[in-house]
Each structure stands twice: as structure tokens, then as C-alpha cells.
């Protein structure tokens, strides 16, 4: 690990924040600290890199989905059909970006265990931000770290 990055894995120094945004009738600033008062999941992931290979890791968190619902997205949850335009993009603080549909992890379709990670191998993330947990993901690229910014979009259409 550089030395910069473990830095950023120390708890001492201010907490990264992130934005949830977008289709959302509480969108709200967190920290990492601040996804604490969810319930917390374990997961054990083994995911390839395609340039350095298989990675196993630990990471603890509340699911994505868990977050998400406090925030108020912008469908009718009593219309399960409601659901299936919504997309969430997250972002993180490097500019990567990646998108996960509202069905996916959704416990009526894809049930996808997605994290948000707030300890990555029991070390915390408070000054690195929290980091997207995707354990279906056989690829590595959607584990974003840093995330700074989370959008929810229910406009997608793809006829007008
Ligand atoms: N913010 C950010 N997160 C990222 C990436 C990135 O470029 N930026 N790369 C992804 C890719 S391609 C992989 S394989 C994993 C690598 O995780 P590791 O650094 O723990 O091996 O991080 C993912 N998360
Ligand atoms: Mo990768």
C-alpha cells in the first residue's frame, strides 16, 4: 500500500463526505461515520483486477439499498413496476464512475448485497470515503473507492 493511501485509511483527520443526490425527497451530505447507524453486513469478496489480478478483501457496511430507502426515492414503493427506470450512478473522488440499475439490488428483484463500506479489511474509511461493495461482481471495476458522489435518476428513457 503507498504511503499516501494509508494515510487515508487512518481515522485521525476530517471525514470525507458524499453527496446523495438526484430523484430523492431527503437527499443528504454523509460521511462515513455518519453510515454507522444502519445495520451493519460482512462481506468476504474475491474480485479480478485486469491489470493486477485477483484481490480478496473484507469490507463492513450498510447495504446500498438500506441507504437509498432512508433518502426517499422518487417512486410509488407500493408499485413494484415503478421501480425498473431507476438508476443509480456513483462516482468517485478520481472521476471513475459506474452505474448499478434500482433493481438489481432490490430485494424483489436482484437482492445484489450491495455495501457501502465503511472498513475495508477492519481498517476504517473515515478519510478515504466510503467504497461501493458489489460481491456479484466477478470484475473489480465497479468497488469504487472514494466515493463522493451518489445520484439516483428516475428520467431514464430510452423511448421518448
Ligand atoms: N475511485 C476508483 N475506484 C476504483 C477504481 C478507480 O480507478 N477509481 N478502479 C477499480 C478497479 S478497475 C479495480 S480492479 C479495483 C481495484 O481494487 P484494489 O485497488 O483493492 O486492488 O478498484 C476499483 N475501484
Ligand atoms: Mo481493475
Redesign the pocket.
Known amino acids: 500500500m503507498s504511503q499516501s493511501l494509508a494515510a487515508a485509511r487512518t481515522t485521525t483527520g476530517p471525514a470525507a463526505e458524499f453527496v446523495l443526490g438526484g430523484d430523492l425527497a431527503r437527499p443528504a451530505r454523509l460521511t462515513v461515520p455518519g453510515l454507522l447507524p444502519w445495520p451493519q453486513h460482512r462481506a468476504e469478496v474475491a474480485?479480478?483486477?485486469?491489470?493486477?489480478g485477483v484481490?480478496r478483501?473484507t469490507f463492513t457496511g450498510p447495504l446500498l439499498h438500506d441507504v437509498l430507502m432512508a433518502a426517499g426515492p422518487g417512486f410509488d414503493a407500493a408499485r413494484r413496476k415503478d421501480r425498473l427506470r431507476f438508476l443509480i450512478a456513483v462516482?468517485?473522488?478520481?472521476?471513475?464512475h459506474a452505474l448499478l440499475s434500482w433493481a438489481e439490488i432490490d430485494p424483489d428483484f436482484g437482492r445484489a448485497p450491495v455495501l457501502l463500506a465503511v472498513t475495508?479489511d477492519d481498517t476504517p474509511l473515515d478519510r478515504a470515503g466510503s467504497?461501493?461493495v458489489p460481491p456479484q461482481d466477478r470484475?473489480?471495476?465497479?468497488?469504487?473507492?472514494?466515493?463522493e458522489a451518489i445520484r439516483v435518476d428516475g428520467g431514464y428513457t430510452a423511448w421518448s
Open positions: 474480485f479480478e483486477c485486469a491489470t493486477s484481490q478483501h462516482r468517485g473522488a478520481d472521476g471513475h475495508l467504497q461501493l470484475c473489480g471495476a465497479r468497488y469504487i473507492s472514494g466515493i
